[in-house]
């Protein structure tokens, strides 16, 4: 083997360590949930035990509430480890990741592997918390210090990055029962529309082995509860005030501008980025749509191929997402009510062949030949300001939209790497809409429709704080090249 033949091996090993060790923190963050939420428990009881007897007799119900939460806690554990059992990981995940290790070791300087998510849009609004629904191609190449409030610098650089796992993940489809199969997308598909949640405990698959494991910072086990408030959001009855503040917006407006999609022989297309945990992109399949969702967090992905592939029934599990938080509550009651998910069937939704959710860096899995005029429309929702370079994502919509095609847009702009302070290799551009705008009108879009819409985003409708967006909706048309005139053509 030559020296160049034999560097190119050691760095595809390399590659695979580093994909499959941060698959597994991933993985670690979800197992080590109740771990996290007990040793809040026992906080609040150690502060409790603190009280003069005086206070504590005036709040003597408190014990009881304690012991309660760990039963909530035990539900939704057994939630999530139902949900990692259905999971069939893209990667061998019992490569030995030795070499990552030595690897991190020797960069350890400079050159520290982390985690870039972050997503102020998420479960505590107002405060920078975890990325949900996109963040950086290298989220399955963090390392073991989680987030501080800030991203760490990429270890490796811009020439020899990683590959994305979107070569490798694919798609992964709801199961149909109108044909009795999943309708995969047009590439790698990894999802099995084999039910495996039927009411018997199935055995756990080798890589939820917990010497594959390991511990991981609090900041991680923070994604999995905001994931958690995030299947409220679109898949329960008690998020259907924000998806009709947001999702139907949107459906309405697709739903006008192709009156005559059910009579096409083939549907329009159209792609939802930043799609989270699917809920739009169904909706927008169930409309007649060819739709595909297009999602970087594997975080989010996890879970949502769990409640598109495998639930069997609405309201199939009962989770208590809002039992993590003290402040602002009405009530006890009201932190430890439950909630019933999903309050639809995905697969009895009536969505239309070809839906399907791809895992993948936006600018990564998009900005690709095969992809210039594929679609008829792009929906965005609180998905433009996950971006590094926000210029970058427009251009990319505006080549992959066919000539006349449609770009919906909901949200507000609060940048997700705007705080990312002393990190002189975090790109973040930040515009005002004002100039995002004008950046659409100079890759050919013409504003059709435009108005404000106010919104909160996964709150707690019971709570004493509703933090709310004045979010911009648009519709955008790309406007077909102008013709060069006959004198013009002559003259060159």
Partial sequence: MSPIEDEQLRRRKLEEALEVKSLRRIISAYLNYPEAAEEDIKRYERCFRRLPLAHKALLSHLPLKFQKLRWCVSKNSYFIFEMLKAFDPPIDMSVDTDIAEDHAIENAPVQQLSSTEMNPHSCQPGSNITLLHNAKVDELRSGEDGLSGTPN????????????????VGNFSVASERNG????????????????????????????????????????????????????????????????????????????????????????????????????????????????????????????????????????????????????????????????????????????EGFSMCGGDFVEVYNDPSQVGAWDAVVTCFFLDTAHNIVEYIEIISKILKDGGVWINLGPLLYHFADAYNQEDEMSIELSLEDVKRVAFHHGFEIEKESTIATTYTTNQRSMMQNQYYAAFWTMRKKPPTPTSAPDAAAA
Wanted: net charge negative.
């Fill in 153 to 168: 610098p990429e270890t490796l650089s811009e020439e020899k990055k990683i590959q994305s796992l979107s070569e490798n």
């Fill in 181 to 352: 199969m999943a309708q995969g997308g047009d590439v790698h598909s990894y999802q099995s529309a084999t039910h495996c949640c039927d009411g018997h405990a199935s055995p756990s698959p080798d890589w939820l082995d917990p010497s594959l494991q390991f511990h991981v910072p609090l900041a991680d086990v923070d994604k999995v509860r905001c994931i958690i408030r995030n299947i409220v959001r679109d898949w329960a009855a008690e998020g259907q005030k924000e998806r009709d503040e947001c999702y139907r917006p949107i459906l309405q407006e697709l739903d006008r501008l192709f009156p005559d999609r059910s009579s096409d022989s083939s549907p329009p297309a159209c792609l939802v980025p930043g799609a989270g945990l699917g809920r739009l992109a169904l909706e927008i399949s169930c409309l007649g749509f060819i739709s595909q969702g297009n999602e970087f967090s594997y975080y989010m992905m996890i879970c949502s191929s769990f409640i598109l592939n495998y639930s069997q029934t609405s309201e199939e599990w009962n989770i208590y997402p809002w039992i993590h938080s003290n402040c602002n509550l009405l009530s006890d009651k009201d932190q430890l009510r439950p909630v019933s998910i999903p309050d639809i069937h995905p697969a009895s939704a009536g969505i239309t």
